[in-house]
């Protein structure tokens, strides 16, 4: 089945493709998984009866709590613990009572290898649906709406980036000044592909305990096949109704810090139904991380079309994790939901990624800034992330927690 994906005119995440939309293979629980070290593996040869099991599960998850479809006798009590300034609960007593996020994952070796492959993967039931909706969804909703000036900062940034006199205006804009953002958006006549926010985990305890909890530290070691990451980033994408496509691009165009071995998880917050039924969850180009030709004799920025299958994870609901690495080509369809499309992200890299050199690290694109702007002038050139002139910034409130 072909689909468009309409790019707007700015901005790296973005040209505009067409492309054939073959149906990734599917990626579906096993459900013996709520126990630790519970094995998340992909569909091949798992037919109608565990997905009908998951389907209950899914709803005893819902009623009962995370894991206690796999385990009856378990109810997850997540307390409300002290509050925020905004009165919203904090991590204390709160998300990181939720048992599952300390519950290492297993991934089949089947599932390592079609990630290395394929340069993508979707980890059903990563997270449970309870965990997602009541807690991860919310905070992520409240940072956006605590956080607008960022946002719309950011945003105004990306897209106007080639306009001297907006840029020059920039310097002297304050919080108070949100309405000229506003407008500044407004005036691009929906060519915005989304709004995003950087460091989500930085200010919400909550999601720093989902960013940096063991869940994901094995999910990431295993994919990436070593032994320490390091959480480089997290950030949330919210694409409104009319929102254009997000452009095809690979996230490490945008890292400085050299290295191949990173990853994205790309958690929805709510369901989201397959792209052919109008929903916009992540397509890849099948292999395109591998693709050392393209950049080699080409250079970066060849259309996409064609040169790779292109592939996606059909429905996701809420707890599906769509997983890509970091050189992976990905892209996702313009919104026609009502409601918008929101996702959050974390992304790891192996600890022995390399702090960009200077010069290099000119040519990173400047999309993702200010994820990393607050701690690169801090951070020695040529040296990795653990080595000891760079341990200063991996401590725990430091802008590279350790896991
Ligand atoms: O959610 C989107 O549309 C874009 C997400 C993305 O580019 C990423 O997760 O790297």
Redesign the pocket.
Known sequence: MAFALHGGNAGL?GDRVQGRCSSGRVVLPARADRAPQRVVRAADGVRERKRSAARSDRRRDAKDGPGAAANPRRRVHVQRGKHDRDGHAREVGGIGTAAELNEPVHVAPQDQLSFERRGHLCLRNLLSRQLVLEWLAPAVRRELAAREYEVLLQKVEVMYEDDAAVMASLTSMTEANVQVLRNLLAALDGEL??LQLFRLWERNGEINKIARSTRFKSAATALLGTKQVVLYQDSC?L?RMGDKA?RW?S?LNMCPLDTSSAV?F?IPMHDIPAPEHGG?G?VYADASHRDFSLPFWYGRGTAVDGRYPISHHNALAAGDVSVHAGWTL?A?PGCIEPEGRL?Y?CTYVAADALVMAKGVRERVHREDHRSWAAWIDRAQPGKSLLDRANRHLTRADGPLPLL
Do not use: E, I, N, Q
Request: glycine share 0%; proline share 6%.
């Open positions: 995440r592909p989304f994408f694409k997000t691009h996230d994205t790309w916009t992540l990905h996702a996702a992200t």
